[in-house]
């Protein structure tokens, strides 16, 4: 069971972008016991995001995870925005989880740059774009980084600290002190494009993807290929659904431009992007998506 009990606060987190990543970072965060303010654009995601948190904790005190007092202190540190500025305004560690465009990030950062304490880290949760390039338009970009995190974010142990060119030595150790906070075990990668995780990580789900359209297997037999023969514990088409199949595209995309041809996003993923087949939230990908989980595409 997580031991939370220290009511005292740790300081604050701002989270940018309520969707699958922010709200599971706004999550660790409040249960580490640290106060959260959670931005989004989108009002209606951000009452998703709430509801999202609660029936997640919930789950977790139903399996002992965690403590009741812990589960009510959790959710009652999280405040939600409407302002970017608003929201980072005192915050220590302020980690953007908004889509994975290069020119929202840099606008989001540029705010953020005038608004959170001269000392707060700045992290982006970015899945492959360069951290450098974001951190161009900070005054000071020696405080900020990639954090890198893993959905479902309560439960994956792994957080990716990327190191900028301009990032310091220092602030890299703050973000891994904080990750060890969050109970995290974090590894420190130099920025390039798709870091350690999503380069590898990539290559197997666009390989599954083309094995699909080539007729190799079905969906759940290529993927039980690599849960039974590799040990992997979900194959790479249902993680694909889990990450979201937009998501995947955009780091797909982002890598054929800096790294080449082996990245080159398969039609039939484009396809179902265009038709709104986005994975487990949209309720279909290539799985349809219950409250049951998976089922058989
Ligand atoms: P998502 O589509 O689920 O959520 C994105 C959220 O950002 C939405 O709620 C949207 O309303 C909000 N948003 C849009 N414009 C915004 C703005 N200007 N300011 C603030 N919020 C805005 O996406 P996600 O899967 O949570 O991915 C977010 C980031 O995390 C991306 O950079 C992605 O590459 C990265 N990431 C995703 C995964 C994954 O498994 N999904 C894993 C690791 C990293």
């Not at 922010?22 to 989108?42: E, H, K, M, N, Y």
């Not at 037999?221 to 514990?233: Q, V």
Request: glycine content about 8%; charged content about 25%; proline content about 4%.
């Amino acid at each position: 069971m997580t031991d939370t009990t220290d009511q005292s606060r740790k300081g604050r987190v701002a989270v940018l972008g309520a969707g699958t990543m922010g709200a599971g970072i706004a999550q660790v965060a409040a249960t580490a016991g640290f106060s959260v303010a959670l931005f989004d654009v989108s009002k209606g995601q951000l009452d998703k995001a709430r509801a999202s948190i609660a029936q997640s904790l919930e789950k977790l005190a139903s399996k002992a995870k965690i403590d009741a007092a812990t589960k009510d202190r959790a959710l009652s540190s999280i405040v939600t925005y409407d302002s970017v500025e608003d929201a980072s305004r005192d915050a220590s560690f302020v980690i953007e989880a908004a889509p994975e465009r290069m020119e929202l990030k840099r606008e989001l950062f540029t705010a953020v740059d005038r608004a959170a304490p001269a000392d707060a880290l700045l992290a982006s949760n970015t899945s492959s774009l360069s951290i450098t390039e974001i951190a161009s338009v900070v005054r000071d970009p020696s405080r900020v980084m990639g954090m890198h995190f893993f959905n479902p974010v309560p439960l994956m142990e792994l957080l990716e600290v990327v190191r900028g060119v301009r990032t310091t030595d220092a602030n890299v150790d703050r973000a891994v002190t904080f990750a060890k906070t969050l109970g995290k075990t974090a590894i420190v990668v130099r920025d390039f494009p798709g870091f350690a995780t999503s380069r590898l990580g990539v290559v197997i789900g666009c390989e599954a993807i083309r094995m699909l359209e080539q007729g190799v297997a079905s969906a759940e037999d290529i993927d039980r290929a690599m849960e039974l023969g590799y040990r992997h514990p979900m194959g790479p088409l249902k993680l694909g659904d889990l990450v979201g199949l937009d998501v995947r595209l955009a780091i797909l995309e982002h890598l054929h431009a800096e790294l080449g041809e082996q990245f080159r996003p398969p039609a039939l993923l484009r396809q179902m992007v265009r038709a709104g087949k986005l994975g487990k939230k949209s309720g279909e990908g290539f799985y349809k998506w219950t409250a049951d989980g998976p089922q058989k595409p």
